[in-house]
């Protein structure tokens, strides 16, 4: 197997734009480069729909639209879709609801770098990042 990140496509969604960049720049140093930001859920919706990524990073508390609906929105777009939810640690009753939604993960902020790869490796890697 090939290591392929490089070909994925990852869309990070989150109100913080700190945030954002500092999940972006994680991603980059790891070579992946087909990385698209949205600040709303309303905004995932519609970047997922004309980018359709292999994993999408979304923020449990964001405004116009919760991370859980965001979520469940984007499965409704896409049943297999690569969801990874993004919370702090009092947020533990979201997170449990979003699993229960079908989320593959979550990360814990302030964003540790070998924790995001991690969970990309591990729960996402049937729809991006490797080739035979």
């Given amino acids: ?6 070909n994925g496509k990852i869309l990070i969604c989150g109100t913080i734009s700190s945030e954002r960049d500092m999940l972006k720049s994680i991603l980059e140093k790891a070579n992946y480069i ?20 292999d994993v999408v990073f979304v923020d449990i508390e964001m405004s116009q639209m919760s991370g859980l609906d965001t979520l469940v929105h984007l499965k409704m777009i896409d049943k297999n879709a690569c969801v990874i939810m993004m919370s702090t640690l009092s947020q ?14 979550f990360i814990m902020k302030p964003f540790r770098e070998n924790d995001v790869l991690e969970t990309i490796a591990k729960r996402c890697q049937r729809k991006v990042l490797w080739k035979e």
Wanted: charged letters at 25%; aromatic letters at 4%; zero cysteines.
């Fill in 1 to 6: 197997m090939e290591n392929n990140q490089e």
């Fill in 34 to 53: 087909n990385i698209f930001e949205s600040e709303s859920g309303p905004e995932a919706v519609e970047a997922y729909k004309s980018n359709v990524p």
């Fill in 92 to 105: 533990q009753e979201q997170v449990i609801e979003a699993l229960q939604a079908g989320a593959a993960d």
